[in-house]
């Protein structure tokens, strides 16, 4: 099984507002970067899309490390929120849980990939987060970007 390092990020100019996800996956010496955008969206909805387009862009199961500076995306896979509100029928207590489309969609990836998750302080430094940070904000300004359907 191959390790597989993931780094994303999310971008929303308002919230909601025009969007942009990015990820680059790194496997050993190896690079790649994805990324696009949606109108209407907000920013925790970049976040999970940005990881969610990364998994969905390997080919075969894969060990992998994603790492983000969303809090959001990593106290719900690692203390197993998400998990909860899958079986709370996408319920937080009494509310919705929010974005129950994508958790969905993440969670059935986590069942392909052996997930972990890891926090990184946002607009910090770290190169590769900067970097991610750089093509979501460039590809929320795109504006052919289609209208985002929840």
């Excluded at 109108?39 to 899309?49: A, D, F, G, H, V």
């Excluded at 959001?72 to 709370?88: L, T």
Aim: proline share 5%; net charge positive.
């Amino acid at each position: 099984m191959k390790n597989i390092t993931i780094y994303t990020d999310g971008a929303c100019s308002g919230n909601p507002g025009p969007g942009g996800y990015a990820a680059i996956l790194v496997c050993g010496d190896k690079s790649r970067e994805v990324s696009g955008g949606l109108r209407n969206t907000t920013n925790n909805r970049m976040e999970l899309i940005g990881v969610i387009a990364a998994l969905e862009s390997l080919k075969e199961p894969c060990s992998v490390k994603v790492v983000t500076d969303s809090q959001y995306v990593v106290n719900a896979m690692m203390q197993g929120w998400a998990r909860k509100w899958r079986a709370n029928g996408w319920r937080r207590g009494k509310e919705k849980a929010m974005n129950p489309d994508l958790w969905a969609r993440l969670l059935d990836l986590g069942e392909t990939h052996t997930l972990t998750f890891e926090w990184v302080r946002g607009h910090n430094g770290h190169p590769m987060n900067e970097r991610c940070d750089e093509l979501a904000v460039m590809a929320a300004s795109r504006p052919d970007n289609p209208v985002d359907v929840r």
